[in-house]
């Protein structure tokens, strides 16, 4: 049975912060708000509770789950960032954008895309979220809480605990965070844009 807090959005309780990493540090599968939808998330290195996560999407690894980071500084670590990329992620971070990237070694092996061996990175703009991460000190694994039966990703903190509640160990209720999902950027050759979405494009001269 998940357990279910209510997070102020502004002001995160720093007690039930605390108590939602050490869920995660647990192996537990988190749903919590980001600034652009709901999301999943788990511990980064945790093939068990990643699979989980696979299984409640019902997505393969062919799928790119995101690295969900407190700051550059940790995006730097988990994938190759150039000079030039690093201006516009700085004019672009946190944000409601998702980054395509190359991944460094310090990203596991089974997260990356089986043939491109990348990642899609984010800082998210939502300060629950990034309570958390910081709480953590890594980032988390996440993809959208979009489920395989729905047209879009779920936006009530209820309804998600009613239709999640044996397949998560905590909800998170943040209020509401929309339906829009990121704007996706590819920045593995050149900048492409994969997807439009909350984040303007404009800002990377699309």
Known sequence: MAQFFAIHPDNPQERLIKQAAEIVKQGGVVVYPTDSCYALGCQLGDKDAMERILNIRKID????LTLMCADLSELGTYAKVDNSQFRQLKAATPGSYTF???ATKEVPNRTLHPKRKTIGLRVPDNKIALALLQELGEPMLSCTLMLPEDAEPLSDPYE???RLEHSVDLVID???CGTDPTTVIDMTDGVELVREGKGDK?????
């Not at 690894?61 to 790119?64: E, R, S, T, V």
């Not at 404009?202 to 699309?206: E, Q, V």
């Open 61 to 64: 690894q062919k799928h790119h």
């Open 100 to 102: 395509i990237m190359q």
């Open 160 to 162: 998600i605990r009613d």
């Open 174 to 176: 943040g209020g509401w």
């Open 202 to 206: 404009a800002l990377f001269g699309l």
